[in-house]
């Protein structure tokens, strides 16, 4: 017979995983965005821009 302890972690984390499958998943729709009206250059003022990098979507599972 496995001590008290051990038999509570187990139960402790099928319960977490069984949490983790019952949320729902959410699925963020990949549109392409419509190409600029305005020069591909900002202004060199502008305390956003970060250079030449384009911006993404990531998406994580945690399973």
């Known amino acids: 017979m496995l001590p008290g302890f051990i038999i ?3 139960l402790k984390r099928e ?3 069984a949490r983790r499958e019952e949320r729902p998943r959410v ?3 990949l549109e392409v965005p ?3 009206q305005r020069p591909s250059n900002p202004p ?3 305390p956003d ?3 030449d990098r384009d ?3 990531v ?3 945690f399973d």
């Open 8 to 10: 509570e972690e187990i």
């Open 27 to 29: 699925e963020l729709p």
């Open 15 to 17: 319960r977490e995983r």
């Open 34 to 36: 419509p190409p600029p």
């Open 49 to 51: 821009h970060d250079g």
């Open 55 to 57: 911006e993404a979507i």
């Open 44 to 46: 060199p003022e502008d």
């Open 59 to 61: 998406t994580l599972e």
